[in-house]
């Protein structure tokens, strides 16, 4: 139980264009979902805080305009990274956390998706 | 706030040897703790979790961890390790589950590369 998906794995793309990333919780409801940005040989590092219905919580430093994030299901969010350019280049990793009592304090992990920005 | 340190960046261990890792976090309030693992390319799976009660906990793979609250503690251990082991581990600390709580503070990371 408690499954995180995440597609695409990997994506490469040219400067300029947007990239959508999908996160889904396959076998639960997911009240919560948050994205993090890992760099290499680094830990991770939240980049915002999403809510199933409201507008996600972005961490000091990230752009929300720059970074589009919709959670629009209990199942579902996806995590748009406008116009990109190579710095944005990285590894994203989504994770979920279910809503029922006994089970709200642990977070689920999806295999993440490396981006590469030419 | 919060904050973890993982003062190991990297520990080499032979095969079948015991190998610790250190996290200690500080926090003014009760905490829940977590030690997450990455295999290369991977995301991070959960190894083992304190919420309350026992403060030994452990995992379905031979690991362990105490919670110790005096030392503001959290090192995972495993008596005999396996080359499938090798991978990086991750130290988490969370103070609660709902509204702007509950967001996971991780440490940096240790890597455990295990030699035959």
């Known amino acids: 139980g408690a499954v995180v998906s995440q597609h695409p794995s990997w994506v490469i793309c040219k400067s300029g264009t947007s990239v959508k990333i999908e996160c889904r919780s396959l076998d639960f409801q997911a009240t919560t979902m948050f994205w993090y940005r890992q760099f290499p040989k680094q830990s991770l590092m939240l980049m915002a805080t999403?809510?199933?219905?409201?507008?996600?919580?972005?961490e000091q430093g990230v752009e929300k305009d720059k970074f589009l994030i919709n959670h629009a299901s209990l199942t579902l969010s996806t995590l748009t990274v406008t116009s990109a350019h190579p710095e944005d280049s990285s590894f994203y990793i989504c994770s979920a956390r279910e809503g029922l009592a006994g089970n709200q304090e642990t977070q689920y992990f999806g295999p993440g998706t490396r981006l590469l920005v030419l | 706030a919060q904050s973890v340190t993982q003062l190991d960046s990297q520990v080499p261990v032979f095969e079948e040897a015991p190998v610790e890792l250190r996290c200690n976090y500080s926090?003014?309030?009760?905490?829940?703790l977590f030690w997450y693992v990455q295999y290369p390319n991977q995301g991070l799976q959960l190894l083992l979790k304190y919420l309350s009660g026992s403060t030994l906990v452990e995992s379905i793979n031979g690991f362990e961890a105490e919670f110790n609250k005096s030392q503001t503690s959290f090192h995972l251990r495993k008596p005999s390790v396996h080359i499938s082991d090798t991978a990086e581990y991750f130290c988490?600390?969370?103070?609660?589950?709902?509204?702007?709580?509950?967001?996971?503070?991780f440490g940096k990371g240790t890597k455990l590369s295990v030699k035959p």
């Open positions: 999403s809510n199933e219905g409201s507008k996600a919580t972005y």
């Open positions: 926090s003014s309030v009760s905490v829940y």
């Open positions: 988490a600390v969370s103070d609660g589950y709902g509204g702007s709580q509950g967001n996971l503070i």
